[in-house]
């Protein structure tokens, strides 16, 4: 008998609806799958509870994270908490905290489900660096108020961080069969960043003269991402990067709302940390049409990374079923289900 | 009589052999057009001329340039030499020297154009800062050769910067018609650079109440790029946001060999630069199937910005036309038409 012990922050907006479904559908999986339970401690923390203690999570809150076997987070954001504060206060500490330096996102069109593009096959994995680069948050201002203000925004990449990225995406491309890695650069304007990720990624590819070493700029690669996405297989990229990347890449796999993504510390010494990509969506929280997919397919990938293959194998067969049927499906995709209805789809075919 | 003295500079691979098409397009316009004319000077700089004498352009290429009315540069890169030698060499310092502050790109699907969408109707004008942010060269290296090593990369906004820009795109968008300048960012995350970027923009739209100021995060407009393109009208990005988006742009509108820029000072203190978005393409150089559209559009900018608008009109409408035909195209847009034949085409239009 597994029991794992996961901390769930249902954050803002959306987050709440989605992470609930997402519950229910782990505990479903749990009811057909003899020999696996849950215990989900929910933590208030978020924007809301920032507008009232003045703080996005508690003080010791990495402290009391720490013991879980895994992190379930929804969303954070809300109108009237600027975002680099709700952020910085809660989301980037703990995937820094936490070495969770992989923010692997899979970018599949699933079989049933249009997308923006006329054709191409898309079926790739990002690898994105998750603890440094461009979100350093290191910087200043200065002359401030006057004509002259400037601000400077450094980005820090380390031989060491780039290193266990980028072998990271190496071992899961040998170990998923895949093919190739695409690194994603942009050396001719970045010139010490990114000239220096370019080295490193030529030194670690040499290590695994099985899988094919490529590599583009991100302008180029955002181009190609929509002209030959069939391309990509394994792609490797910095925080940014890989941040615009996969919101592109959601976007042609039918949308932001079913995309997963799992904040990775690979060598288990703390909690990782999955979410979906999608955020709070003031615009439509509490309307009960939000799309759940993303949050339970990113409990599709905890279910995977605490080992549970099986199970995790059950759940992503349920979730590609009821996309293929095509019925049951919320508004972002052309349908007009509700957040429980595409749950409780989810978890028919689960108990089935 | 208008004379014009351009600069041209045709740098490597198809660089060179869509800059004769853009060229021999130029003199049908002055041709067509009694009381136009050009005298064109060409310049052996780029990547072989690195590679014979050490040095992109001459140590005085800036003084020399200075007195020009305008630019017109085809692409600089060569397998061999490292991107960031030959665009530090050459590219950026003429940007950043000539205060070319605005990268003017428009994102157009023409009628009888297939672009990668389904669905969506795109015409949008990127406004991209052209000086600084991300593109200043800032930053170091340390530890080398240790596994502590690390690289900085710092960007650099100026409010100095950042109003010229945002004022650019809002004047634009005046003078154009257009309703909207949506502000691309990512305060998120980059909590110094991009925090400044948005209190410089709410500050200047300030004066422009009868243009709509809006704002997205850089990874949802790129998955708003393909899902909902006409939302987009006037857009200004900083530097390394508005190069990947007008690269994902460029595919969208069918493919990169039709974009076209302008850098722009926009005082005239200094000539502007136009140029196709493509790169030098070393893997079709020389086989004359490089799409010319790109650099003769650019050349149609140059008109634009020389105050030559009835001639641009009609380059401008002969562009089309030969596009909407859809005839004449090159391997790129699924034709097989040589460069040349593009070319042809579209001097024949304005001979008519
Ligand atoms: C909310 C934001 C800071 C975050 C990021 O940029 O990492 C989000 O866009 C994501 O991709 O998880
Ligand atoms: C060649 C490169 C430095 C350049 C840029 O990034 O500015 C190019 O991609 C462009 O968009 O003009």
Redo the contacts between chains.
């Keep these: 008998m597994s029991r794992y012990n996961i901390a769930v922050i249902p954050g803002d907006g959306v987050g709440i609806e989605v992470i609930e479904e997402g519950l229910a559908t782990l505990e479903a999986v749990a009811k057909a799958h003899g020999g696996l339970s849950f215990e989900f401690t929910r933590f208030p923390w978020g924007c809301r509870y920032y507008l009232e203690k003045g703080k996005m999570m508690d003080e010791d809150g990495l402290k009391i994270l720490r013991d879980f076997d895994a992190i379930y987070l929804g969303a954070v954001g809300f109108p009237g908490v600027?975002?680099?504060i709700?952020?910085?206060g809660l989301l980037?500490p703990i995937r820094q905290e936490f070495e969770q330096y992989v923010n692997l996102r899979p970018i599949k069109l699933f079989p049933g489900v249009?997308g923006?593009?006329?054709?191409?096959n898309i079926d790739m994995i990002c690898v994105r660096e998750n603890t440094e680069g461009?979100?350093a948050?290191v910087?200043?201002?200065m002359f401030n108020g006057?004509?002259?203000?400037?601000?400077?925004?450094?980005?820090?990449?380390?031989?060491?961080g780039m290193e266990r990225v980028m072998r990271f995406a190496f071992d899961y491309a040998r170990k998923n069969g895949r093919q190739k890695v695409t690194s994603i650069t942009?050396?001719?304007?970045?010139?010490?960043?990114?000239?220096?990720w370019d080295e490193v990624f030529a030194a670690v590819s040499r290590d695994y003269p099985d899988i094919r070493a490529d590599q583009l700029l991100?302008?180029?690669a955002?181009?190609?991402?929509?002209?030959r996405p069939e391309r990509f297989d394994v792609v490797v990229a910095s925080?940014?990067f890989g941040?615009?990347?996969?919101?592109?890449g959601?976007?042609?796999q039918g949308?932001?709302g079913l995309a997963p993504s799992a904040n990775l510390n690979p060598e288990r010494k703390y909690p990782s940390m999955f979410e979906p990509v999608h955020g709070s969506a003031p615009d439509i929280a509490g309307k009960g049409v939000a799309n759940p997919v993303g949050a339970i397919w990113s409990a599709q990938m905890m279910l995977e990374h605490l080992g549970e293959v099986e199970a995790a194998g059950v759940l992503m067969k349920a979730i590609a079923d009821v996309l293929a049927g095509g019925e049951v499906r919320t508004p972002d995709m052309g349908g007009k289900s509700t957040t429980t209805q595409v749950g409780e789809a989810i978890r028919q075919k689960i108990l089935i």
């Excluded at 923006?116 to 191409?120: E, M």
């Excluded at 006057?146 to 060491?160: D, G, H, I, M, N």
């Design positions: 600027p975002d680099h709700s952020l910085w980037l249009t923006p593009l006329r054709s191409g461009e979100y948050g910087g200043g201002r006057t004509p002259q203000e400037l601000a400077l925004q450094t980005a820090v990449f380390t031989r060491r942009k050396s001719n304007a970045c010139n010490y960043s990114m000239v220096f991100v302008d180029a955002a181009a190609l991402f929509v002209t925080n940014l941040d615009i990347l996969t919101d592109l959601a976007a042609l949308g932001i």
